[in-house]
């Protein structure tokens, strides 16, 4: 996996007034975590993150780029990404050092290859997970993992046991867990709905007028 260089510069204040004047300056706070270490507060620049992690899918390693000699290379993932809940526009960022030499647990997308038997039969693709969670050394993240869906047909699913993973990679979730299927689209037709529809009551007898 290819790993992405980030500039980041460490943060001196803090509290909102601060924070406001960062995004002004088309910068956003963050914050960089690492074991037995306190917390350093960042700024990124916003467009620097736009364009090289935002469009991005899954974990991606980041290498740190610094003024600052405890930042400078250092290796990192996105712990959370902050957006406002109105505009989207980026709020604040977590980043997690990682140890190359010690498995952890990330996210990674799949995707979905070929056409499935089902879906040519008539059936409809209905995709269950678009992520999953993995465990390997941090080099070997990969970047997306393919599932071959040619052979499903209706009513057939693929599981997480059978999907192939690089060498060094484990699931981590149930082994049973679907994670893609081929649904029926059969409508009901007109006889089925009348067959389905309740029976109309019987029209009432002409009451005999009185004499």
Do not use: W
């Amino acid at each position: 996996m290819e790993t992405i260089v980030l500039s980041v510069e460490p943060r001196t204040t803090h509290g909102k007034g601060d924070a406001g004047r960062l995004r002004r300056q088309g910068r956003v706070p963050a914050v960089f975590y690492g074991p037995g270490k306190p917390a350093a507060s960042l700024s990124i620049d916003s467009r620097e993150f736009h364009f090289k992690i935002a469009t991005l899918e899954g974990s991606h390693l980041i290498q740190l780029a610094s003024s600052q000699p405890d930042l400078q290379d250092k290796i990192a993932i996105l712990r959370e990404v902050q957006r406002h809940p109105l505009t989207s526009r980026l709020v604040h960022v977590d980043f997690l050092e990682v140890d190359e030499n010690k498995p952890l647990q990330v996210a990674v997308a799949l995707h979905f290859v070929g056409k499935a038997e089902g879906v040519t039969a008539g059936g409809q693709l209905q995709s269950v997970m678009r992520e999953i969670t993995v465990e390997c050394l941090p080099r070997e993240i990969p970047e997306f993992i393919e599932v071959d869906v040619t052979h499903l047909k209706i009513h057939d699913a693929i599981h997480i046991s059978g999907i192939v993973l690089p060498p060094g990679v484990h699931a981590v979730f149930d082994a049973d867990e679907s994670v893609v299927s081929v649904t029926s689209l059969a409508a009901e037709t007109p006889a089925a709905e009348t067959a389905a529809a309740p029976a109309a009551a019987p029209a009432a007898a002409p009451t005999a007028a009185k004499k």
